[in-house]
T-cell receptor, first 117, second 112 residues
Framework: AQSVTQLDSQVPVFEEAPVELRCNYS??????LFWYVQYPNQGLQLLLK??????LVESINGFEAEFNKSQTSFHLRKPSVHISDTAEYFC???????????????FGKGTLLTVNP | SQTIHQWPATLVQPVGSPLSLECTVE??????LYWYRQAAGRGLQLLFY??????ISSEVPQNLSASRPQDRQFILSSKKLLLSDSGFYLC???????????FGPGTRLTVT
């Protein structure tokens, strides 16, 4: 069975500093990886995804994540954060169609990123 | 374009009362539909998913049930709410040919 570990439950940083949110997964098959962002009292928004191809994927607001198969990781990075990046970030993994599971996602417990002025 | 709606946005219910939360999707046909519960500090818990009308799979045995009376409608219900049912309930859909899911705005349920 697949699992996702987000190593940090909270990450406080100062504005304009770089940040890395760590995500490791466990799976016996090929996986598809996602990062979601959740602002207070809102649903989750898809931030970026890795399905195949280039192991480095980017979002429109400056975040990037790199798929590392040997380390089973999919860490999220941003070189310079803004106050508006304050939110909870969830890493998720899918093994795709598997015996009727039909694209179920397994989520990590989330990392609360707090950007301070 | 595809959109997903949930209502109500917030709900305060007494213990023992019934529950009905509704989710609808627009702009796509035959979506996979999902209900999640989010408790503080505990991430997302998949409750139910559905791959078609009348087809419901339960992930966690509990006080809740789900139904899919129409292709793009997904309902979460309970006959008698417990205090432990409090939380943030999220509906999501997948298009069947993509692996990601798209989430609704959520319903904040407080059981008193």
């Amino acid at each position: 069975a697949q699992s996702v570990t987000q190593l940090d439950s909270q990450v406080p940083v100062f504005e304009e500093a770089p940040v890395e949110l760590r995500c490791n997964y466990s799976s016996s098959v090929s996986v598809y990886l996602f990062w979601y962002v959740q602002y207070p009292n809102q649903g989750l928004q898809l931030l970026l995804k890795y399905l195949s191809g280039s192991t480095l994927v980017e979002s429109i607001n400056g975040f990037e994540a790199e798929f590392n198969k040997s380390q089973t990781s999919f860490h999220l990075r941003k070189p310079s954060v803004h106050i508006s990046d304050t939110a909870e970030y969830f890493c998720a993994v899918s093994e795709g169609y598997s015996g009727g599971s039909n694209y179920k996602l397994t989520f990590g417990k989330g990392t609360l990123l707090t950007v301070n002025p | 374009s595809q959109t997903i709606h949930q209502w109500p946005a917030t709900l305060v219910q007494p213990v023992g009362s019934p529950l009905s939360l509704e989710c609808t999707v627009e702009g796509t046909s035959n979506p996979n539909l999902y209900w999640y519960r989010q408790a503080a500090g505990r991430g997302l818990q998949l409750l139910f998913y559905s791959v078609g009308i009348g087809q419901i799979s339960s992930e966690v045995p509990q006080n809740l049930s789900a139904s899919r009376p129409q292709d793009r409608q997904f309902i979460l219900s309970s006959k008698k709410l417990l205090l432990s049912d409090s939380g943030f309930y999220l509906c999501a859909y997948g298009t069947g040919y993509a692996y990601e899911q798209y989430f609704g705005p959520g319903t904040r349920l407080t059981v008193t």
